[in-house]
């Protein structure tokens, strides 16, 4: 299994990046699938979750500004964030629910600059 994000990059805060993650290897239609952040010296926390069905949901801290989606004909997650903070400052991952350890991927870095 090869998990692959992008997307991130350096933003101004209010602004907007959409991450992307390929998947390999993967029972992906079957797998509930999520965005994962982290910072250093914390630990890692989920954001956002999409079942296999299609339902979601999200971290309190970024409901009604992200957005999960998945595409099972093409094995993709992607997260769409809108109106960024500097405290969405982190690298993302995206890895299947519940997480598998050797599935995380080298992730992306999203920066939001005040």
């Known amino acids: 299994v090869q998990l692959v994000e992008c997307g991130g990059g350096l933003v101004q805060a209010g602004g907007s990046l959409r991450l992307s993650c390929a998947t390999s290897?993967?029972?992906?239609?079957?797998?509930?699938m999520a965005w994962y952040r982290q910072v250093p010296g914390k630990q890692r926390e989920l954001v956002a979750l999409?079942?296999?069905?299609?339902?979601?949901n999200y971290a309190d801290s970024v409901k009604g500004r992200f957005t999960i989606s998945r595409d099972n004909n093409k094995n993709m997650v992607y997260l769409q964030m809108h109106s960024l903070k500097p405290e969405d400052t982190a690298v993302y991952y995206c890895?299947?629910?519940?997480?598998?350890?050797?599935?995380w991927g080298q992730g992306t870095q999203v920066t939001v600059s005040s």
């Open positions: 890895n299947r629910v519940p997480t598998v350890s050797h599935y």
């Open positions: 999409n079942t296999s069905g299609g339902r979601t």
């Open positions: 290897g993967l029972l992906f239609s079957v797998n509930a």
